[in-house]
């Protein structure tokens, strides 16, 4: 390929991530419409992918190493099972893990609006956050050809 069709394509692809990751994370979030966690970290990791093809796997391992996609992997569960906890807790020990009733904003707010910002605003979210990581991660360790043991 000539390099200017390179820069074309880098130049399209540079513009059009932030876009890509913004659409990733409506999807996200969205439990009224299509979408969800796993379809918004989905495309979140697209992005990423689509950066690494596009400027070399080195470059896209620059951008998202290892060491970040395991703590967004990590981080990404707690939320999750954090929620369930904080259920539990408020449920006063009747063990009812993701009791969206159960919780403090019940207190506060309708139980359809405290069950919506914890569905769309906590749960998908780290849905999200985990599948975005795991995905990045999977395509890295398929592509990657450096040294085994100097990776981060």
């Not at 876009?19 to 990423?48: H, P, W």
């Not at 950066?51 to 999750?80: C, D, Q, V």
């Not at 207190?107 to 569905?119: D, E, K």
């Not at 780290?126 to 450096?146: E, M, P, Q, R, Y």
């Amino acid at each position: 390929m000539s390099d200017d069709v390179n820069v074309v394509i880098k130049t399209t692809i540079r513009t059009m991530l932030p876009f890509i990751q913004l659409y990733g994370f409506y999807v996200m979030t969205g439990t009224e419409g299509a979408g969800g966690g796993f379809q918004g970290g989905v495309i979140l990791a697209a992005s990423f992918i689509l950066y690494a093809i596009t400027f070399g796997a080195e470059k896209g391992r620059e951008k998202a190493p290892e060491s970040w996609n395991t703590a967004f992997k990590s981080f990404g569960l707690y939320i999750y099972a954090g929620v369930g906890v904080l259920t539990v807790l408020y449920s006063l020990g009747s063990a009812e893990f993701l009791n969206y009733s159960a919780t403090f904003l019940s207190l506060f707010v309708p139980h359809t609006v405290a069950r919506g910002i914890l569905i769309a605003d906590v749960i998908e979210v780290g849905i999200g956050i985990t599948v975005a990581a795991s995905f990045t991660s999977l395509f890295f360790d398929l592509v990657w050809k450096g040294d085994e043991d100097g990776r981060d």
